[in-house]
């Protein structure tokens, strides 16, 4: 079946349509230079990008896959969590070409679909798998028995997410929003050992009541307190240095938390998926030290990572093939919606 995906949670536009596990297009609009200079995403203005650029791209990814409307078999759409007038953008659009069209439609979870985005890259994933989602407002470590229907929570972040933290640190530095690419490039220049910063939620005591949890604000005070003293002293900020140290914070206890959940669960299958998950050291750490539990690491190339219809087309591709119903077409936009449901 040819799926096609709308995604508008935040300050992406995008279209994606699949056919199975194969991509065929991936539109993408951005409205993140308009956000730039507020140093984070204005609600208002993300709607109104959405409005503009949602049939300019639909057009754009039909074109791209060399196919029409009435060639799609079914419409996915995230349905939620994200920006509430942002989300009624694509779920409004994608009922109105539904009912054009005469196709099924099916709300889902824009969370699901950054671990779903991973099959297009990879084929079927492994079930059970353990997913590290971490994007830029959300982290959790999921248990992944059946993409289709459920996820299994097992700890999430108590406070920042870890994206937030990246691009947190990232405007402490000057450097531009969204900061994480910013780091990741900064560095790459950096010693990772320079700056010793806190591993939240590591010490013993704190590992009895949150294993599998996370915490990324004392990190984040931990390093604007070290470029604090820096300033007051007069010295220059060794920016590469800082990035690199705190990049190194950030992904030792991903992965460090996410293998533990592997080795505790026997579990031989870790997909990182979400916005984060774009990170170079992420990504070779992981694959580094799952390599020597003999643990498979899988995280789609970076383009997929971030915010795109291809994902929300992956998971109504995985719905469909699942034999998961579609939903009513009065659907709602979900700015909460959980993380344990996949569909609506
Ligand atoms: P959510 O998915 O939780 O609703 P979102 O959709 O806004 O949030 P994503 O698009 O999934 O977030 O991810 C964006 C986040 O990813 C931002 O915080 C950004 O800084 C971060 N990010 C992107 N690339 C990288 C990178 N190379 N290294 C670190 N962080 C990155
Ligand atoms: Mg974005
Ligand atoms: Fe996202």
Redesign the pocket.
Known sequence: PLILGIET??DETGVGIVRGHTLLADALASSVEQHARFGGVVPEVASRAHLEAIVPTMDRALKEAGVTLADIDAIAVTSGPGLAGALLVGVAAAKGYALAAEKPVYGVN??AA?VAVDTLEHGPLPEPAIALLV???HSSLLLVDDLARGVTPLGATIDDAAGEAFDKVARLLGLPFPGGPYIDREARAGDPSAIGFPRGLTAPKDLAAHRYDFSFSGLKTAVARWVEARQRAGEPVPVADVAASFQEAVCDVLVRKALDACRSTGVETLVIG??VAANSRLRAMAEDRAAAHGIRVRVPRPGLC??NGAMVAALGSHLVASGVAPSRLDLPADSAMPLTTVSV
Do not use: R
Request: hydrophobic share 10%; with cysteine.
């Open positions: 949670s935040c824009h969370l950054h994007s830029g407002g979400g916005g971030t915010d």
